[in-house]
């Protein structure tokens, strides 16, 4: 598979969560723009930003590569009425993706869902809480020897 693959399955994974409530939002982010300067309207949103890549031998003829996606979610503060509301939000996230093991696919090495403890901080007046739900996709690369 290649990276363009992966990502899309992990987008389609983010458009399932929004279909489901558990997001109101997901974009996959513009490096060259800030994603707080974006109007995106409705609590939590998603940003999927690219990756970084990391390839290790598995044997003489394979590699394990491993892409890690950072999503930055991010929720208003005056949204939530209690910590749990917050808890069950990212625990859906991570369900998600602990239910999809190969991302339909193209994730063949196994997918590993991580989070990041939430962090709270003020952009444009509104009092927001960032959570980084880190996903580590691998995949499994023949290789050619070209």
């Given at each position: 598979?290649?990276?363009?693959?992966?990502?899309?399955?992990?987008?389609?994974?983010?458009?399932?969560?929004?279909?489901?409530?558990?997001?109101?939002?997901?974009?996959?982010?513009?490096?060259?723009?800030?994603?707080?300067?974006?109007?995106?309207?409705?609590?939590?949103?998603?940003f999927l930003m690219p990756?970084?890549?990391?390839?290790?031998?598995?044997?003489?003829?394979?590699?394990?590569?491993?892409?890690t996606f950072s999503i930055?979610?991010?929720?208003?503060?005056?949204?939530?009425?209690?910590?749990?509301?917050?808890?069950?939000?990212?625990?859906?996230?991570?369900?998600?993706?602990?239910?999809?093991?190969?991302?339909?696919?193209?994730?063949?090495?196994?997918?590993?869902?991580?989070?990041?403890?939430?962090?709270?901080?003020?952009?444009?007046?509104?009092?927001?809480?960032?959570?980084?739900?880190?996903?580590?996709?691998?995949?499994?690369?023949?290789?050619?020897?070209?």
């Amino acid at each position: 598979m290649s990276l363009a693959t992966v990502k899309g399955a992990v987008k389609t994974r983010l458009d399932a969560l929004v279909t489901a409530g558990t997001l109101a939002g997901a974009t996959i982010t513009d490096i060259k723009k800030n994603p707080l300067s974006s109007d995106f309207g409705a609590y939590p949103h998603a940003f999927l930003m690219p990756p970084a890549i990391e390839s290790s031998a598995l044997d003489n003829r394979t590699n394990l590569r491993t892409y890690t996606f950072s999503i930055m979610v991010l929720y208003n503060a005056e949204n939530l009425t209690t910590t749990s509301q917050l808890e069950t939000s990212i625990e859906a996230i991570l369900n998600a993706f602990d239910n999809d093991p190969t991302l339909n696919g193209t994730g063949m090495g196994g997918v590993e869902p991580v989070s990041s403890s939430p962090e709270p901080f003020q952009h444009g007046g509104k009092d927001l809480i960032m959570v980084e739900i880190v996903i580590k996709a691998r995949d499994i690369i023949s290789l050619s020897f070209a």
